[in-house]
């Protein structure tokens, strides 16, 4: 019903910056966009949400992301983007894009197949 498609990563010296993209296809007219959002999983760790943007402009950070990172809404329909600077060896993960959508009236995840962020010291 929504598929992600993801853009950027790659690898990356301390200090860079890069771009991930992320863009949500609905299949159902009747379905909409709640929030889409970052989770990034490091070997060995759980996963953790990085960066969130909800239909309200509302915005949540993973606290090491703060002041670095930034979530926006991306040019086209139902897609964002994150904008993070200043990157450190520690934000080295694979990222995986996720939306919340209201389909048929209930709220659905989804997620993206992730794309690996590398940050060399």
């Known amino acids: 019903q929504v598929q992600l498609v993801e853009s950027g990563g790659g690898l990356v010296q301390a200090g860079d910056s890069l771009r991930l993209s992320c863009a949500a296809s609905?299949?159902?007219?009747?379905?909409?966009?709640?929030?889409m959002g970052w989770y990034r999983q490091a070997p060995g760790k759980e996963r953790v949400l990085v960066a969130s943007?909800?239909?309200?402009?509302?915005?949540n950070y993973l606290d090491s992301v703060k002041g670095r990172f930034t979530i926006s809404k991306g040019n086209d329909k139902n897609s964002v983007d994150l904008q993070m600077n200043s990157l450190k060896p520690e934000d080295t993960a694979v990222y995986t894009c996720?939306?919340?959508?209201?389909?048929?009236?209930?709220?659905?995840?989804?997620w993206g197949k992730g794309t690996l962020v590398t940050v060399s010291s």
């Open positions: 943007l909800d239909n309200r402009d509302g915005r």
């Open positions: 996720a939306a919340e959508a209201l389909v048929s009236g209930s709220p659905v995840e989804f």
């Open positions: 609905l299949s159902d007219s009747d379905s909409s966009i709640l929030a």
